[in-house]
């Protein structure tokens, strides 16, 4: 047999609250943690890009600014020097000139004749040694002035050079008198290219065959290494681009590469070389995983918070419910539970039907069990009253007779007075207990109620003065009701007596009556020891007594007269520091 499982309506809410919550912030964060990436990675890949633009426009303008000098330089009247072999040295002090001027950018300056003997240099040391041409790499046409590049390639010295050849043409004959040979520093290139890089930033220049030109600082290891030359499809389709790829053989792992073509200067169109801006992809996404884990931690703290505002209000909306459904289930299992709390709205209607319907349920309950009770001590009593009586009664006559007898001793006469006085007791006692469980309906007309309560003080005035207990009365300002005289004159006296039996020397009694057009207060209140609330709940039962010799009926008589009037009877604490009865009786009869 299946379990059918009871779903409740805090689980419901809870589950409505965290959907329209959550769904919502969940949307919201993948959205702008989508979004936020996206322009974190562009940003990213706009930085790369425009390093890579200005490292590919620094490098050409270093390298148009030599091509310039050579053109400029070749076309000077000091070159023609070559046709005497510089015998004036006037050609090497210019290129000497020329190298101090530039501040180290060239390694040498040399004029070259036709055989290849340098005639002038910046280095004395060279001349009349042998130039050694290395074969073409690229060739620059500036307006008419070709101008031959060789490879970058380290020099004997050591030194990573990039040469420039240029013919110097004669101003007096036909053709050439030499070259001029510019042996720049090709370190410049590392410096105009380390600016902006770090540790997970590196720039390369590759040719259109895809060989190094030049490379930043920390890839230098790795050309010292032998890498030489990268893959064609690093430059494939030129241009601005930014692309994710593998590394290798520049660096180890994945890499963001942009590229940007060499755009030329003026009237140079340039080497089509490419500058390449490298950056470790988790370098350059760390900012964007830093933010998806804020968008997650922010995801997280909204989570947080809609759960336990859920849980929350969930609760505050379930637990009058909650309250008045265990408020309910008590009372069906006779485990009278607290009242539920007081709620707004259509549940706090709802809780108020409830406890009115209950309230009225167990006031008949009790009612019914208090008349049951009764109905049972009527018949209980008629049948002490059948079986008692009669042999009272002939004990009593029979006692009776015996003290006609004048032969019967002093002794023995006494022991049957106490047998005659003590069957007329046992009769008492019968009786008392017939007039307290039968009560007969009351035959109401009007009433002062003061005058009610000023006989019952006076008939136990002697009895309150021999205990040392003072009762007071207050008058009411209207006190005629319509009432049974004789059943409220039973009802003030049981009070009162209820009072002065647990009442010492010193004892306070206070009696009022209070009320407005439609309902009469009687109020009893004394500074004795009071009455618990565990008592008070069933205090007006039959059979419950808290002095010894109590048969506990008393009260029970009083509320079934007070019920029998239309009216009600509670207890509580009085001011007095004791007890407090108060009943509260209908101005008039209904009608019939």
Not at 364 to 384: K, N, Y
Not at 468 to 483: F, K, R, S, W, Y
Not at 545 to 573: F, P
Request: charged share 20%; glycine share 8%; hydrophobic share 45%.
């Amino acid at each position: 047999m299946h379990r059918i499982r009871r779903v409740t309506i805090r689980s419901i809410l809870l589950v409505a609250f965290l959907t329209v919550g959550l769904s919502p912030a969940i949307v919201l964060t993948a959205l702008s943690s989508s979004r936020t990436q996206a322009t974190m990675r562009a940003e990213i890949e706009q930085s790369l890009s425009s390093q890579a633009a200005v490292a590919a426009s620094d490098l050409d303008k270093q390298v148009f600014e030599r091509l310039q000098n050579a053109v400029t330089w070749e076309h000077l009247e000091v070159m023609q020097d070559l046709h005497i072999g510089d015998v004036d040295k006037r050609l090497s002090t210019f290129l000497a000139n020329m190298r101090q001027r530039y501040g180290g950018v060239y390694l040498a300056l040399h004029a070259v004749d036709l055989q290849g003997r340098i005639v002038a240099s910046s280095q004395p040391a060279a001349i009349g040694t042998a130039f050694v041409a290395r074969s073409a790499w690229q060739q620059a046409d500036l307006q008419g002035d070709i101008v031959t590049v060789e490879a970058p390639h380290r020099d004997a010295s050591g030194a990573e050079v990039l040469v420039l050849r240029l013919p110097i043409a004669s101003q007096f004959t036909e053709g050439s008198l030499g070259q001029l040979v510019l042996v720049i520093d090709w370190r410049l290139a590392a410096r105009e290219l380390d600016a902006g890089t770090h540790d997970s930033r590196a720039v390369a220049v590759v040719d259109r065959e895809g060989r190094i030109v030049a490379v930043s600082r920390n890839l230098r290891a790795r050309v010292d290494a032998g890498v030489s030359r990268i893959a064609p499809d690093w430059i494939a389709g030129g241009g601005r681009l930014a692309q994710e790829r593998d590394g290798a053989p520049l660096v180890d792992g994945r890499v963001i590469v942009s590229q940007m073509r060499a755009p030329g200067r003026g009237a140079f169109a340039g080497f089509g070389w490419t500058t390449l801006v490298l950056e470790s992809s988790d370098a350059a996404l760390a900012p964007v995983r830093k933010m998806a884990l804020a968008f997650l931690g922010l995801l997280l703290v909204a989570a947080i918070a809609t759960i336990v505002l859920a849980f929350a209000v969930s609760s505050r909306i379930a637990r009058p419910i909650v309250a008045l459904t265990d408020y309910v289930r008590g009372f069906m299992r006779e485990q009278r539970a607290p009242e539920p709390p007081p709620a707004s709205g259509e549940v706090g209607e709802l809780t108020h039907a409830f406890t009115r319907m209950v309230d009225d349920l167990e006031a008949s309950r009790q009612t019914l069990v208090r008349a049951s009770q009764l109905a049972a001590i009527g018949e209980f009593a008629a049948m002490m009253a059948h079986e008692i009586r009669t042999p009272l009664g002939i004990l009593r006559s029979s006692a009776q007779m015996l003290q006609r007898d004048d032969t019967i001793g002093g002794e023995s006469r006494e022991l049957i007075g106490f047998v005659d006085s003590e069957t007329q007791r046992l009769n008492r006692l019968v009786n008392n207990l017939l007039d307290r469980a039968r009560v007969r309906a009351p035959q109401r007309a009007p009433e002062n109620v003061d005058a009610l309560i000023a006989r019952c003080v006076a008939m136990l005035a002697t009895q309150a003065a021999r205990q040392g207990v003072t009762i007071e009365h207050l008058p009411a300002e209207n006190p005629i009701v319509d009432a049974d005289a004789g059943q409220i004159t039973q009802v003030l006296l049981n009070l009162l007596l209820n009072a002065l039996h647990v009442l010492a020397d010193g004892g306070r009694i206070l009696v009022a009556a209070r009320g407005d057009d439609d309902t009469l207060i009687l109020e009893l209140a004394d500074n004795g020891p009071g009455i618990t609330a565990a008592d008070r709940q069933r205090i007006f039962e039959p059979f419950v007594y808290r002095r010894e010799g109590g048969l506990g009926l008393g009260l029970a008589v009083v509320k079934q007269i007070v019920n029998a009037h239309g009216g009600d009877i509670v207890v509580d604490t009085a001011e007095l520091g004791g007890a407090l009865f108060r009943i509260r009786l209908p101005r008039r009869a209904p009608a019939a």
